[in-house]
C-alpha cells in the first residue's frame, strides 16, 4: 500500500462527496404556486376555521396521516417544537420526572426542562444507540410522568417493550424520530409506535422543507391539545369548551404555507430516498465488516435502518491505533468521518450547574419535586464509552452516492489499516 496522506502521501480521494440535494422542480413549482395565492401563512389564534392553518399546511396534514397510517398529524414549526408540545400535551409539569436518552440532540431532553420537569437519564444499547429497556426500568420513580425515545441515527428503539413498561407505570411515551423517517419496525414506521411521535424536516433530514416537524398520534385529545399548544391555546380553550387546561398556554409553533408545500413534494420522495440509504449501507457493511477492530452498524430482526448515518464501532485495542488517529488519518485520505456523536447530555452546563430558568435553578431547586437526581460523570457507562471511545460515524450513505465513492470510503479503511504501523503510538 502506498504511504498513508496523514504522512504525506497521496490520498484516496480528493474531491469532496457529492452533495445531497433533494429539492427539484416539484418543490420550486409548489412554492410558486404558493406566492402566486399570496397567502403565505393562514393561522389565526382564534377559534375559527383558521385555527388549523391554510390550505397547504392542512393538505400536508391530511397526506402524512394516509402515508403513515395514524389518526392525527399536527405540523409545527420544528420537530423540537414537537418535541416541547407533546411533553406539554402529556401533562408533564413541575415536580414530575421524564426518562431521556443521553446520547441524542439536545432538545429530546430539555423538552423536559421547558415544563419544568427533571430529565432522567437512561443508558443505550451499544449494538442500536438507543435507550434500553433495562435502563428505563432503573430510572422509573413514583415521579415519573413519561419517557421520550429517540430512534437514533434511524434505527428504531426497541418500542415494544417499552410501551408495556409505560403501561406497567401509566407513562406517556413520545417517539423522536426525527432521524429515522422511512424506518420500520416489524412493518409499521418509525414514529408511529409510540403515543405520539415527533418527525423532523430540518435542512439536512432525509426529506426536508428547510425547517418544520409533524406529531403523529392516534388519541384524539393527545392531538387537540397538541394543536392547542401549537397556536396560542389559552385564548383558544374557552371558545372551545376546553375543561383541562393544563399546560394550554400556547406558543406559535406554526408551519409556513411554503413550508408545507415543499414537505408535501419531499414526503412523496421519501422511499426512493430511503432505499438509496439502504443499499449504500449494506455495501459499506459488507466491505467493512471483514476489518478487524471495525464493527459495521447492527440491524435487529424485523426492523429497516433509515441510515440518517452510518455509524461504526472502533476498537483501538485491536488495530493498535488511538481512535483520533485514525480518524485524523481518514480525514486526511479524503473520508469525512467524525470520532464520539454528541457528549452525554447530563454533562452540559445546565444539568451540572442545575440552571434552567431563574437564577435560583428552577426545576431542579422547585420545592415540589421530592426525587434525587444524578448527573454525575458515570451515570450512563455505556453512552460514554460509545462517545468516548467507540463510535465514529460519517454522513456517506444517501441518494447520489455511487459504488466508486463508497469504494473510495472502503479503500481508505484498507490502506490506513494495512499501514497500521506508522500510526501506532
Keep these: ?54 390550505p397547504r399546511v392542512q393538505k400536508l396534514e391530511r397526506e402524512w396521516e394516509e402515508y403513515f397510517g ?94 408495556q413498561i409505560a403501561c406497567e407505570h401509566n407513562l406517556v411515551v413520545i417517539e423522536d424520530a426525527a432521524q429515522s423517517p422511512g424506518a420500520l419496525s416489524c412493518g409499521r414506521y418509525a414514529g408511529t409506535l409510540a403515543d405520539m411521535g415527533v418527525f423532523s424536516l430540518n435542512r439536512h433530514k432525509t426529506i426536508h422543507a428547510g425547517e418544520g416537524g409533524v406529531i403523529v398520534t392516534n388519541d384524539d385529545d393527545l392531538a387537540d391539545r397538541l394543536r392547542l399548544i401549537r397556536n396560542h391555546g389559552e385564548v383558544v380553550v374557552k371558545d372551545k ?43 459499506l457493511t459488507e466491505r467493512l465488516g471483514v476489518f478487524p477492530g471495525i464493527t459495521p452498524p447492527v440491524v435487529c430482526q424485523n426492523v429497516r435502518h433509515g441510515y440518517y448515518l452510518y455509524v461504526l464501532r472502533y476498537d483501538a485495542a485491536q488495530t ?57 460523570l458515570g451515570i450512563c457507562p455505556v453512552t460514554e464509552r460509545m462517545h468516548y471511545e467507540e463510535v465514529i460515524f460519517a454522513n456517506i450513505c444517501y441518494a447520489g452516492i455511487g459504488r466508486r465513492d463508497l469504494d473510495d470510503v472502503v479503500g481508505a479503511f484498507e490502506k490506513i489499516l494495512s499501514n497500521a504501523h506508522e500510526l501506532r503510538p
Excluded: W
Design 1 to 54: 500500500m502506498s504511504k498513508l496522506a496523514i504522512s504525506g502521501g497521496q490520498p484516496v480521494r480528493v474531491h469532496p462527496f457529492p452533495i445531497y440535494n433533494t429539492i427539484g422542480s416539484e418543490e420550486k413549482q409548489a412554492v410558486l404556486e404558493v406566492l402566486d395565492t399570496g397567502v403565505l401563512s393562514q393561522f389565526l389564534g382564534t377559534a375559527s376555521k383558521e385555527f388549523y392553518g391554510g
Design 70 to 163: 395514524v389518526r392525527h398529524a399536527v405540523t409545527v414549526n420544528s420537530a423540537t417544537s414537537g418535541l416541547y408540545a407533546a411533553v406539554g400535551a402529556a401533562g408533564v409539569g413541575p415536580g414530575d420526572e421524564v426518562i431521556v436518552s443521553p446520547y441524542t440532540m439536545t432538545a429530546s431532553a430539555t423538552a423536559a426542562l421547558v415544563y419544568g420537569a427533571i430529565p432522567i437519564f437512561a443508558d443505550i444499547d451499544a449494538d442500536i444507540f438507543c435507550i434500553t429497556p433495562e435502563s428505563i426500568r432503573k430510572c422509573i420513580t413514583s415521579y415519573t410522568k413519561a419517557i421520550i425515545v429517540v430512534d437514533l441515527f434511524g434505527h428504531p428503539a426497541d418500542i415494544d417493550e417499552i410501551m
Design 241 to 283: 369548551g376546553t375543561q383541562n387546561i393544563v399546560n394550554l398556554i400556547g406558543f406559535n409553533y406554526r408551519m409556513t404555507e411554503i413550508e408545507a408545500a415543499i414537505a408535501s413534494e419531499q414526503l412523496k420522495k421519501l422511499e426512493k430516498l430511503v432505499v438509496p440509504r439502504i443499499e449504500a449501507a449494506d455495501y
Design 320 to 376: 493498535g491505533i488511538p481512535r483520533n488517529r485514525f480518524v485524523a488519518a481518514l480525514n486526511a485520505e479524503g473520508i469525512p468521518m467524525v470520532e464520539g456523536y454528541v457528549e452525554p447530555i447530563y454533562l452540559e452546563p445546565v444539568y451540572q450547574k442545575r440552571i434552567a430558568f431563574g437564577k435560583d435553578g428552577f426545576p431542579f431547586t422547585y420545592p415540589g419535586y421530592k426525587g434525587k437526581v444524578n448527573y454525575d
